[in-house]
């Protein structure tokens, strides 16, 4: 084993080129199993944007487009819920509570939900968390908001803070200017939708769209604000009993009357992940790439300083190597570069987390883990060393070749 010694004589003498190359392979690992990671942890975080709800049940349209709208926000209902459909849904006997929700309105770019206080004791993230106000409490009349943390960092509100909402949503929106409301909470940060949302009393909806009809502001066509809503959007439920989820979903979808759909979330979002999986894999097949990158510049640092050391393989050619001796020599010193710049990215990662996994929670709802790679990690690090060996071999047979006489010409 006297290579591995020799070896790293060789690689102490070039220092700087070493350390470059060994720089690179590090910062190539990292990238490989940061983006691993983080796509685990998005899948995992994605997946966990709702849970404890065991049923969403919206109008008659796809399980994708009730998930999107409903939890994400983004698209527009077909149609909307009755009241009474609403009601008659939430008696049934395995339905332990019912949220509802009302969408259609805006603040600045962001979602207002019209919903009830049942949303904040009901609605659960990650692993089953619940809402944690920050500031402040929930609504208690028809004159009070809640935002998300993310609203409030954005905008810069604080508690007491009158805003004013927009009926619709996108750039050519109304103001419902003559029914501000006072900020009375926000809510901490989860890494969900909610951030994004202003949350008003189902109520307040009713109230401020008192003098709107067909979707049109009628001024002085104002009627007795009701404090029970004729249609919601969506609605959220619990049930006594997760086995029931099933049997319930069937029996609202199979039900005469209004066309209602009743979805599970986890169903639903891991389709809706599907979806969106060639992103991820784009993701990790450009990090597979640059690491592959790094391998070919060190593959290139060693050809190019071939004839540099042509002098080198002589002299031990001189003082009895064998060719295989040389082939082995460059073989292990790609061999410590790849090991070396391995173990000096996992602990680049790691040392890149510990600083930044603070961040990642509050700001987008990613707890990454500083748990030991895993064995999908191990197998794409083992792959990487022996990609660094097989790209030792191309230097290491062009040494192989190189001739005695070649090294010891007096012209070199």
Same mark, same amino acid.
């Given at each position: 084993?006297?290579?591995?010694?020799l070896?790293?004589?060789?690689?102490?003498?070039?220092?700087?080129?070493?350390?470059?190359?060994?720089?690179?392979?590090?910062?190539?690992?990292?990238l490989?199993?940061?983006?691993?990671?983080?796509?685990?942890?998005?899948?995992a975080?994605?997946?966990?944007?709702?849970?404890g709800?065991?049923?969403i049940?919206?109008a008659?349209?796809?399980?994708?487009?009730l998930?999107?709208?409903?939890?994400?926000?983004?698209?527009?209902?077909?149609?909307?819920v009755?009241?009474?459909?609403?009601?008659?849904?939430?008696?049934?006997?395995?339905?332990?509570?019912?949220?509802?929700?009302?969408?259609?309105?805006?603040?600045?770019?962001?979602?207002?939900?019209g919903?009830?206080?049942?949303?904040?004791?009901?609605?659960?993230?990650?692993?089953?968390?619940?809402?944690?106000?920050?500031?402040?409490?929930?609504?208690?009349?028809?004159?009070?908001?809640?935002?998300?943390?993310?609203?409030?960092?954005?905008?810069?509100?604080?508690?007491?803070?009158?805003?004013?909402?927009?009926?619709?949503?996108?750039?050519?929106?109304?103001?419902?200017?003559?029914h501000?409301?006072?900020?009375?909470?926000?809510?901490?940060?989860?890494?969900?939708?909610v951030?994004?949302?202003?949350?008003?009393?189902?109520?307040?909806?009713?109230?401020?769209?008192?003098?709107?009809?067909?979707?049109?502001h009628?001024?002085?066509?104002?009627?007795?604000?009701?404090?029970?809503?004729?249609?919601?959007?969506?609605?959220?439920?619990?049930?006594?009993?997760?086995?029931?989820?099933l049997?319930?979903?069937?029996?609202?979808?199979?039900?005469?009357?209004?066309?209602?759909l009743?979805?599970?979330?986890?169903v639903?979002?891991?389709?809706?992940?599907?979806?969106?999986?060639?992103?991820?894999?784009?993701?990790?097949?450009?990090?597979?790439?640059?690491?592959?990158?790094?391998?070919?510049?060190?593959?290139?640092?060693?050809?190019?300083?071939?004839?540099?050391?042509?002098?080198?393989?002589?002299?031990?050619?001189? %003082?009895? &190597? /064998?060719?295989?001796?040389?082939? +082995?020599l460059?073989?292990?010193? $790609?061999?410590? *570069?790849?090991?070396? =710049? !391995?173990?000096?990215?996992?602990?680049?990662?790691?040392?890149?987390?510990?600083?930044?996994?603070?961040? %990642?929670? &509050? /700001?987008?709802?990613?707890?990454? +883990?500083?748990?030991?790679?895993? $064995?999908?990690? *191990?197998?794409?690090? =083992? !792959?990487?060393?022996?990609?660094?060996?097989?790209?030792?071999?191309?230097?290491?047979?062009?040494?192989?070749?190189?001739?005695?006489?070649?090294?010891?010409?007096?012209?070199?």
């Amino acid at each position: 084993m006297i290579l591995l010694p020799l070896a790293l004589r060789s690689l102490a003498n070039r220092r700087l080129a070493a350390g470059l190359t060994l720089a690179t392979v590090a910062l190539g690992v990292a990238l490989l199993l940061g983006v691993r990671q983080l796509r685990d942890e998005a899948r995992a975080s994605f997946a966990s944007t709702v849970s404890g709800t065991d049923l969403i049940v919206g109008a008659r349209t796809g399980p994708v487009n009730l998930l999107l709208y409903s939890i994400f926000h983004v698209g527009e209902p077909t149609s909307e819920v009755s009241w009474p459909s609403y009601e008659a849904v939430a008696a049934l006997p395995d339905v332990a509570w019912a949220v509802p929700l009302a969408l259609g309105d805006s603040h600045r770019g962001f979602r207002v939900v019209g919903t009830n206080a049942d949303f904040f004791s009901h609605y659960r993230y990650g692993d089953k968390h619940a809402l944690v106000f920050d500031q402040g409490a929930a609504f208690a009349d028809a004159h009070e908001a809640v935002i998300g943390a993310a609203v409030a960092e954005r905008l810069g509100y604080a508690l007491g803070r009158e805003i004013v909402l927009e009926h619709g949503v996108g750039t050519l929106t109304e103001q419902h200017a003559d029914h501000p409301f006072r900020i009375a909470g926000i809510l901490a940060p989860t890494g969900t939708p909610v951030d994004a949302s202003v949350f008003v009393s189902l109520s307040s909806i009713e109230d401020i769209h008192a003098d709107w009809q067909s979707g049109m502001h009628v001024p002085g066509s104002a009627r007795a604000a009701s404090q029970v809503p004729k249609t919601i959007t969506a609605f959220l439920l619990g049930l006594t009993s997760r086995a029931a989820a099933l049997g319930l979903a069937r029996r609202i979808n199979d039900a005469p009357g209004e066309p209602l759909l009743a979805i599970l979330p986890g169903v639903a979002l891991q389709e809706l992940w599907s979806i969106a999986g060639a992103a991820e894999n784009a993701l990790l097949v450009v990090s597979a790439c640059v690491t592959v990158a790094a391998l070919f510049g060190m593959l290139t640092a060693m050809v190019a300083m071939l004839d540099e050391r042509r002098r080198e393989m002589a002299v031990l050619r001189a %003082l009895g &190597a /064998r060719p295989r001796t040389i082939f +082995g020599l460059l073989v292990a010193e $790609a061999t410590v *570069l790849t090991l070396s =710049g !391995a173990a000096l990215g996992v602990l680049l990662l790691y040392v890149a987390l510990a600083f930044a996994r603070s961040y %990642l929670r &509050a /700001r987008y709802g990613l707890d990454l +883990g500083l748990a030991p790679p895993g $064995a999908g990690e *191990l197998v794409a690090l =083992g !792959a990487v060393c022996l990609g660094g060996g097989v790209a030792g071999c191309v230097p290491a047979w062009l040494a192989y070749r190189r001739t005695l006489a070649d090294g010891l010409d007096a012209r070199l």
